[in-house]
């Protein structure tokens, strides 16, 4: 959810939000990839550096900056990743992947 409250505020116009899963082949298995992306502001390469930073927040007031953070924990305590691929102007797509369990063997 944090993921889609972010793209939300990123579209202060309005905007897309896409959300897509799949699952993905990879060296040493599989991981299911979710990729939600917005239409929005999109981040500067700075941004994108510091946006898993506890508490970093490009959000005038109120308390920010712990979503990210909270996402990238989740994904690493369970063996998977986030990525942030954005450019400024031209929206953002963030990448969890995580390991896929495998189906048990009859």
Excluded: C, W, Y
């Amino acid at each position: 959810m944090n993921l889609v409250f972010n793209a939300r505020d990123a579209m202060p116009d309005g905007g897309l939000i896409s959300i897509r899963a799949a699952a993905v082949v990879q060296d040493p298995g599989t991981v299911v990839e979710l990729r939600i992306e917005d239409s929005g502001i999109g981040m500067t390469r700075e941004t994108v550096l510091r946006a898993f930073d506890p508490f970093f927040t490009t959000k005038g007031t109120g308390l920010g900056g712990v979503g990210l953070p909270m996402v990238k924990h989740f994904a690493e305590r369970h063996g998977g990743r986030v990525d942030i691929e954005s450019a400024f102007g031209s929206g953002t797509t963030v990448i969890l992947r995580l390991p896929a369990m495998q189906a048990p063997q009859d």
